[in-house]
């Protein structure tokens, strides 16, 4: 199994810029592809970004793509989440999740973090 810890939420004004981490420990951090979803108050939860194990692969849901980037350092097993321009929209917690099936497609994550909260006044 895998842990993951989500950091970098807060509350921010539209236009702002901000960077949430996950952090992974428990197993190889490499040998997972990893994922960032969000979940707005009311609102089913949405897949926003995945990231290849080695991470030369990514894959972006259209509405963010430009926006958000996902990146990963496998030597400090963490991957990040690169957010600008945010918006009041993007208000939800984010959740990072891994799994070991290689596809970056494969809409279904096993290990989910507990989220951590983005607030982006207007």
Same mark, same amino acid.
């Given at each position: 199994?895998?842990?993951?810890?989500?950091?970098? $939420?807060?509350?921010? *004004? +539209?236009?702002?810029?901000? &960077?949430?981490?996950? #952090? !992974?420990?428990?197993?190889?951090?490499?040998?997972?592809?990893? $994922?960032?979803f969000? *979940? +707005?108050?009311?609102?089913? &939860?949405?897949?926003? #970004? !995945?990231?290849?194990r080695s991470?030369?692969?990514t894959y972006?849901?259209?509405?963010i793509?430009?926006?958000?980037?996902?990146?990963r350092?496998? #030597?400090?097993?963490?991957?990040?989440l690169q957010?600008?321009?945010?918006?009041?929209?993007?208000?939800?917690?984010?959740y990072?999740?891994?799994?070991?099936?290689?596809?970056?497609?494969?809409?279904?994550?096993?290990?989910?973090?507990?989220?951590?909260?983005?607030?982006?006044?207007?």
């Amino acid at each position: 199994q895998v842990q993951l810890v989500e950091s970098g $939420g807060g509350l921010v *004004q +539209a236009g702002d810029s901000l &960077r949430l981490s996950c #952090a !992974a420990s428990g197993r190889t951090f490499s040998d997972y592809r990893m $994922g960032w979803f969000r *979940q +707005a108050p009311g609102k089913e &939860r949405e897949f926003l #970004a !995945a990231i290849s194990r080695s991470g030369a692969n990514t894959y972006y849901a259209d509405y963010i793509k430009g926006r958000f980037t996902i990146s990963r350092d496998n #030597a400090k097993n963490t991957v990040y989440l690169q957010m600008n321009s945010l918006k009041p929209e993007d208000t939800a917690v984010y959740y990072c999740a891994a799994d070991y099936r290689a596809n970056i497609y494969i809409p279904d994550y096993n290990y989910w973090g507990q989220g951590t909260r983005v607030t982006v006044s207007s």
